[in-house]
């Protein structure tokens, strides 16, 4: 029996997890305040105690390295706003999706990956061939079925880079 495109997305999703896990298990507070390189995109801490995130509405030349607490924020931030717009619910603004700070950065992110499994487990495949909007342009024709399968391919692309920069820390601080 062939497998179905929702099957098949989630055993995507499950495998990128599964492979970011790995990396995730091992950070530690002081990786995700790492700055790799003195240009660096990160999540500072603001005047009311909240964390708040580099950001350019244009990408500036040359790009910032962005921290692992920049890749977990951004993780946070797509995820949310993909969530929202599934689920039907405000579509939350940039500057309200906030980093939970160093310690709680992995379980913030944990947290959306239960919600995220949620949402996949109330698509149907029918469901899969509805339009959506987020995050290209309205009239792109993409569906529901690209906006996971972006997810997944976001996902995959920032916990690799994030565990790229810890594997990097690390070998630093053996050298």
Known sequence: MAESRLDLLRWQFDLTWALGEVHLAELTPDDFRWEPGPLCWTVRPGGDGEWIADWADTEPTPIPVPTMAWLSWH????????????????????????????????????????????????????????????PWPEDAGLTVAHQVAWVNAELMKNLAEIGQQRLARAAQQAG
């Open 75 to 134: 993780i946070g931030w797509w995820w949310s706003t993909t969530m929202d717009h599934l689920l039907g619910r405000p579509v939350r603004e940039r500057e309200s999706v906030r980093w939970p700070g160093p310690d709680g950065a992995v379980a913030w992110l944990t947290g959306l990956r239960d919600e995220w499994l949620t949402v996949l487990d109330g698509l149907t495949e029918e469901g899969l061939d509805a339009p959506s909007a987020y």
